[in-house]
Every structure is written in C-alpha cells, then in structure tokens.
C-alpha cells in the first residue's frame, strides 16, 4: 500500500469516528432511551443463545453446560425419528397457515373500513372498541373460550341451536380446536393490527383522491388503483415478518386451550418444547426441537424476503 492510500484510508477513519462523535454529542438523549432497548435484547435474546450447545450435548444440570458430554445430532435424530415430529410440525404449519389466510386479511380489510367512514365520532368509537381485546389478559380470553365452549356454554348452545346436534364441550374435540383458536385470534389481535395499516392509510396524498373523483372515479376504483397500491408497501412488509413468524405459534393461549384429546390437532412445537422441557425435564432434546424450529423460521424469513424483492422490489433488506 502506498503512502497516499494509507493516509487516505486514515482520513476516511478518523472522519467516521468524528461523525459518529458528532452525531452522538448531538443525539445523545436518544442514544440514552435506545440503551434499555438495547440491553434488553442483549440479556434476553442474545446471551441465551449460549445455551443453544445444549441441543447437541446430554445436558445435565448437575455437570453444567461446558461439563456435560457431547451428543452431535443424538437429539435432533430423536426427534426426526419420533411419532411427534410430523404430528407438532404439520399442526404448526396448519395453524399458522390458517391464521395467515384468515388473520392477515382482517386488519386491512379492517383499516379499510375505518377509512370509508365519515362520521368521525362513530369510526373514534370503533376504532377504539376494535382495540380493546388485544388488551385483555391471555388467561382472561382463554377463560372466556373455555367458559363460552363448555357444554352449557353461549357458543355451544348456538351450535346446538344451529346444528341441532348434542351439547357437547366444544374444546374436548379435536377438529373444533383449530377454528375455535384461529377465530379467537382474529378477534383479539384484528384492531391492534389495523393500526398500522391506518397510519399508512393517513400518508396518502389526498390530491390522488382529487383526482379520482375528476376523473369520474367511484370508491370502489379509488380503493382498488389509490388505496391499496398506497399501502402496498407496509402490507408486504407485514406480509414478511409474518411469514418469518410462522413456526413460533404461540404456546400460551394453546397451552391453556387444549388438553390431552385435543393433542392430535392443537399440539405444536412450542407446546411440545415445553411439555418435554419443563414438565419432563428432558432439557436436551427440547432445545433441539426449539432450534430446528428457529433454524425453520429464520429459512421462512430469508426465503419470503427474497421473493418479496424478486416480485415487487419491497423488502426488510
């Protein structure tokens, strides 16, 4: 390397150390608000995955996690080679590809919606009306499915009413569980969800509007060539990360939904980490059914990010 090109790569150094300096004397309030953010993620998020080594070793908690011995891929075999594998990983697919298809529609058709209305004091209740459930404690919304589903319950007397079949505890079978979990979903999570489709639905340029209606345009043709190409972004966006999310079903909600008979279609890989790992103690083989579905996830992500800037140039990065 010549004398000018060190120098110059030493200017160049010496110039992004002074901007960061710069930047941060004049930003450092917000450095300071990101500090819990950030530590937040470092302790929980990312020195836990030392932990990960446990997946390939015959964990003891006795001997620790350096003393304990190798295993390889022991546990992962284990679990390819179970009775379990294809019955957690096909209902995690199942429920997580019937709440993309009936959950992610929702809060856009939702925000839709909110946006066609013109009296600002009802679309104000609503609005935050369709907000409530997403506050409700998790225990609180199971303890209202368990109750609305039992045998005497207000849902399953209107089936009844509607079927004339028997009354029976809706929760106890098993092709109920999906409907009764993924509807409930959509019911709590639809006018949280709608929020952010909201707020793209305000970065509009009403002149497009203005134009329309020049044009001759009706709702229905504003809606289809103004509104939803304007917040294709932000739901391709949303697309992805919900697709990235897809094996991380959450165990909650199943966890206090389902119960031995309904195994066959509501257990999943979270529930089944959790059964092996806190109930059965067995911390080896869980960990690596958690990371085979991290690794899934991360795969989902990378793949439907690739494709998302193929089709439409609209991507995480």
């Known amino acids: 390397m010549s004398k000018g090109q060190g120098n110059a790569g030493g200017s160049r150094a010496l110039g992004f150390r002074e901007t960061v300096r710069r930047d941060f004397r004049a930003n450092r309030l917000v450095y300071l608000i990101a500090v819990p953010v950030l530590a937040y993620y470092v302790l929980f998020h990312y020195l836990p995955m030392y932990g990960a080594i446990i997946a390939f070793k015959d964990f003891s908690p006795g001997q620790g996690i350096l003393g304990s011995p ?20 096909r209902n995690t697919l199942l429920i997580s590809v019937y709440s993309l298809i009936f959950g992610f529609p929702a809060p856009i058709i939702l925000a839709l919606l909110f946006n066609e209305v013109r009296r600002e004091s009802f679309k104000k209740v609503a609005q935050t009306l369709s907000y409530l459930p997403h506050f409700i404690s998790t225990i609180v919304v199971c303890g209202m499915i368990v109750d609305f589903t039992a045998r ?166």
Do not use: C
């Not at 679990?79 to 990983?89: A, E, P």
């Not at 990371?291 to 494709?307: D, E, G």
């Open 152 to 317: 005497d319950g207000v849902i399953t007397q209107l089936v009844v009413l509607l079927t004339r079949g028997a009354s029976t505890n809706l929760l106890t079978r098993p092709e109920l569980f999906r409907p009764i979990y993924i509807a409930s979903e959509v019911w709590q999570q639809t006018g949280w969800g709608a929020i952010i489709y909201l707020a793209a639905l305000a970065g509009i340029n009403a002149e497009l509007y203005e134009a329309a209606v020049i044009d001759g345009a009706g709702r229905w043709r504003q809606t289809w060539h103004i509104t939803l190409p304007g917040i294709l972004p932000i739901v391709v966006i949303m697309l992805i990360l919900r697709i990235g999310g897809m094996m991380e079903v959450g165990y909650d909600k199943i966890i206090l939904l389902y119960s031995p008979p309904t195994y066959e279609t509501g257990d999943v890989i979270s529930t089944f980490v959790y059964r092996k790992g806190l109930l059965n103690s067995d911390y080896s083989f869980s960990t690596a059914v958690g990371l085979f579905n991290s690794v899934l996830s991360f795969i989902l992500l990378i793949t439907a990010n690739q494709l998302s800037r193929r089709v439409n140039e609209t991507s995480l990065w």
């Open 70 to 89: 190798w295993v390889g891929l022991a546990n992962f075999k284990s679990f390819f080679q179970s009775f379990y594998f294809l019955r957690v990983t």
